[in-house]
């Protein structure tokens, strides 16, 4: 049985992206706290891909394999007398993620430049949308924006307990 598939923005999701854009091989910045740890996590579940801006770019896929390499080296303590049995999982780990070049017909995506669409135009205000703010670059916590009146609590509380309480989905995808 495949897994579903999992599509991660890199930067600001996976690389914590603080000095901004420096070009698409130049990726300065430390991974966000716990990012290894959900993706020794996330490989078990999932099929993960990360598509990225920098995917189209020269030297922008290599430098992104880099970046996940040196992150789960350095997690796992893959110096050269390191445990083989960390070196063994991140290599695990890097052999599980892909890169495409086009967007993936994903299950969920995870991207800091993101709203998710519940059905209902009337819950985004475009005016409202250019203050979005991505977390790294607002001053507060969680999401940036309250795209509108509309978008009450109540849904998104069924939403969360479809999520919870839904059934596992069994057999063949």
């Known amino acids: 049985m495949r897994k579903p598939i999992l599509c991660l923005d890199f930067d600001g999701v996976l690389h914590s992206y603080s000095s901004g854009w420096k070009g698409a091989d130049v990726i300065p910045d430390p ?13 078990e579940v999932f099929d993960v891909q990360i598509f990225s801006s920098r995917t189209h770019q020269p030297g922008g896929v290599e430098a992104m394999k880099a970046f996940i390499w040196d992150a ?21 780990i890097r052999d599980a993620i892909s890169y495409p070049t086009e967007k993936p017909p994903a299950m969920v995506s995870i991207d800091d430049r993101a709203l ?9 205000d475009p005016k409202r949308l250019k203050e979005f703010q991505p977390w790294n670059k607002s001053k507060s ?4 924006i309250s795209v509108s009146r509309n978008a009450t609590l109540i849904r998104r509380i069924r939403m969360a307990l479809t999520l919870i309480f839904a059934p596992a989905r069994t057999g063949a995808a």
Do not use: I, Q, Y
């Not at 789960?72 to 695990?92: I, K, Q, T, V, Y």
């Not at 998710?116 to 985004?124: A, E, H, K, V």
């Open 141 to 144: 916590p969680g999401s940036t």
């Open 116 to 124: 998710c669409f519940t059905g209902n135009w009337s819950d985004f």
């Open 31 to 43: 991974p966000t706290d716990g990012m290894v740890a959900f993706l020794d996590k996330a490989v």
């Open 72 to 92: 789960l080296g350095n997690h796992f303590d893959c110096s050269f007398a390191g445990d083989p049995r960390g070196l063994e999982r991140a290599l695990a």
